[in-house]
């Protein structure tokens, strides 16, 4: 479909929301180092999509680049139409031409020659104006609010590292995804040799889920499936309990658990902890330890998890890593 100028307006304006969004997340994650280089590049990019928004305007409307901001008064952007005076249009119409003959008497000077005529203000040129420098002071804003936020990114991955050496853990990567809490822990408990099938007699799991549990390839690849399927019975079978903290009906909630890729939060970790009768520790971004226990009386003997929970080091938000013992 051809664009027209409108759309292609629309168009620019959501290029540089954009680039005003991947321009804050480049300064968000540079560095002391990188900033200078990062600040060089945001304004390279500022500027050639400015230059390029130009160009495309200035071909629309097949004049010279220069003569573009003159020519995009066609666009009408708001309703500049007054509101007409109440009546029918059969009383519009009969007033109409009364007005127009009255408008034409007044204004005819007496010796029949029509004075000069008054140019009128360009009210579409000012008000692109005013929108334009309302953008640019936008685009600045925004650049100098992301320039001024705290290194998240870094500060967090130094707290985390300073908190592995503390606690003598080593890290191991899980894929950034909406398994990934999931994955680490399957990834712990094939480490610790606990399988992925709880113990019967603490968790006996459904025919389904054991199904899912004996066709897993490899717990650090697939093992999700399996933790999920698990977490989602348990969730299912003890509902008295978890439902009071849902905000969507409990056989959906169980249905995303099961088969989606949703996050996994603070239900999931409880279920989790009490299926397996495991201790997770999850070790946060200040370096604060947070513990769910499985409830046993026997603290002692219950087996140990580790997690590291990242807010900003990853794109994609919130995110679980699994810890070993060095």
């Known amino acids: 479909m051809e664009e027209t ?49 130009k160009a495309e305007i200035a071909a629309f409307l097949g004049e010279p680049l220069d003569d573009t901001a003159d020519r995009l008064e066609v666009l009408n952007l708001d309703d500049d139409t007054t509101q007409e005076p109440n009546g029918t249009v059969e009383e519009k119409a009969k007033a ?38 309302e953008r640019a002071a936008q685009a600045a804003a925004a650049a100098e609010e992301a320039a001024n936020q705290a290194d998240h990114r870094g500060n967090e991955k130094e707290l985390m590292e300073a908190a592995f050496k503390r606690h003598g853990l080593k890290e191991i990567e899980i894929n950034p995804d909406g398994h990934c809490l999931y994955s680490a822990i399957a990834c712990q408990l094939d480490e610790l040799g606990l399988g992925l099938r709880p113990n019967p007699e603490r968790f006996p799991v459904s025919s389904t889920t054991a199904s899912r549990i004996d066709t897993v390839a490899s717990p650090l690849h697939d093992g999700y499936r399996a933790v999920r399927a ?27 658990v099961r088969l989606t890729g949703e996050w996994g939060g603070q239900l999931e ?56 013992k060095r």
């Open 5 to 53: 100028l409108e759309t292609i307006r629309a168009r620019h304006q959501e290029e540089q929301r954009k680039l005003q969004a991947r321009i804050a997340q480049k300064k968000k994650s540079a560095t002391k180092k990188t900033r200078r280089g990062v600040n060089d590049e945001c304004e390279r990019l500022q500027r050639e999509l400015d230059e390029r928004q």
């Open 96 to 133: 109409e031409p009364a007005a127009k003959q009255n408008t034409t008497s007044q204004s005819q000077p007496p010796n029949g020659t029509m004075p000069p005529r008054q140019r009128k203000p360009n009210r579409h040129k000012a008000r692109l104006a005013r929108r334009e420098a």
């Open 230 to 256: 698990v977490t989602a019975d348990f969730i299912q079978q003890h509902a008295d309990e978890f439902a009071p903290f849902m905000e969507e009906p409990l056989e959906e909630y169980v249905r995303k």
């Open 269 to 324: 970790l409880q279920a989790i902890a009490r299926a397996y009768g495991v201790d997770i520790n999850v070790l946060q971004g200040d370096g604060r330890i947070e513990k769910i226990e499985a409830g046993d009386a026997d603290v002692d003997e219950r087996p140990q998890i580790w997690l590291a929970y990242y807010r900003h080091t990853y794109g994609l938000g919130e995110h679980y890593n699994a810890l070993t």
